[in-house]
C-alpha cells in the first residue's frame, strides 16, 4: 500500500532533518489538496467556485497514522508504528485542478536547527536507492 499523495510530499523533507538528529516531537499540518485528488466521482467543480470544502472526510486521520507507518518498523511481518510524533491534521479541499501544498509546522525535540542546517540537510540528504546507487545498477533489476 502507498501513502496518500500529500503525506508523500512531506515526509522525505522531515526524514533528512531526522536522519541527521534532529528529532521530531510535534507536527501540525495542513493540506490544500486540489480538485483531482477526490477522484471521480469527486465533488463537482461548481462545489469550488469562489469555495473551499473545509474537510475531507477520512483525510485527517489517515495524515495523521500514515507517517507513524511511514517511520515505523518492520518487527516480524508486521509494520510497527512510530507513535513518538505527535500529528495534528486539517486536510481541505481547494478550487484547483492538480496538486496539493501541504504546510508543515515541525516541533523539535531538543536541538533545533537553523534555518540554514535545514536546507544544508536537504541538499546533502540521499535516499537509501541513491545511496546504493540503485539508478546506476538498475539493469540488474530488470528494470528499464
Not at 29 to 40: D, E, I, M, P
Not at 69 to 98: M, W, Y
Request: glycine share 6%; net charge neutral.
Amino acid at each position: 500500500m502507498k501513502p496518500n499523495c500529500s503525506v508523500q510530499s512531506y515526509m522525505i523533507p522531515l526524514h533528512a532533518l531526522m536522519v541527521k538528529g534532529y528529532k521530531i516531537k510535534r507536527l501540525i499540518l495542513t493540506t490544500l489538496q486540489a480538485l483531482s485528488g477526490a477522484g471521480y466521482p469527486g465533488p463537482s467543480a461548481f462545489d469550488l467556485v469562489d469555495n473551499i470544502i473545509p474537510l475531507i472526510k477520512g483525510e485527517e486521520e489517515k495524515s495523521e497514522i500514515e507517517p507513524q507507518k511511514i517511520f515505523g518498523s518492520i518487527q516480524g511481518e508486521k509494520i510497527v508504528n512510530d507513535t513518538s510524533i505527535a500529528i495534528s491534521a486539517h486536510c481541505t479541499r481547494v478550487p484547483a485542478l492538480d496538486g496539493h501544498t501541504a504546510c508543515v509546522s515541525v516541533e523539535f525535540e531538543g536541538k533545533k536547527p537553523s534555518a540554514e542546517e535545514i536546507l544544508e540537510c536537504w541538499k546533502n540528504y540521499h535516499s537509501v536507492p541513491k545511496s546504493l546507487d540503485f539508478l546506476q545498477h538498475r539493469s540488474s533489476y530488470n528494470l528499464q
